[in-house]
């Protein structure tokens, strides 16, 4: 579970969730150690949590698991700053969901995921 560690849930809504991104986060020491970049794997998990986060508060219940992805490409470096937002704009419903990740209006991130 990241949230907490590497981010904090700012708002969850229909079409997404907005986060911060926390600066000490003890990755940030280890990727990369004076050029920190939020790692790709990190994106992916917290596109896994959020989605589970909006499942909840749709009253679902159970744990959202990741069971595959596919078409990840990570567009633009992500780096912790103070303040720094994503948005995370998510569709589809079901199993099978696309993600993308904005820092304001940059693109950094977009994959296909097959969640359980």
């Given at each position: ?30 990727h ?52 720094t ?32």
């Open positions: 579970m990241l949230r907490g560690i590497l981010y904090e849930t700012v708002q969850v809504d229909a079409t997404g969730a907005t986060v911060r991104l926390l600066p000490d986060s003890p990755v940030y020491r280890g990369f150690p004076g050029y920190p970049i939020t790692p790709g794997v990190c994106l992916v998990e917290m596109a896994v949590e959020l989605i589970d986060e909006m499942a909840d508060q749709a009253g679902h219940d159970g744990k959202v698991r990741l069971v595959g992805a596919k078409n990840i490409k990570f567009t633009s470096p992500i780096m912790p700053e103070a303040e937002l994503l948005r995370f704009k998510l569709d589809g419903e079901g199993e099978n969901r696309s993600v993308e990740v904005y820092e304001g209006d940059t693109l950094c991130a977009k994959m296909s995921l097959t969640l359980a």
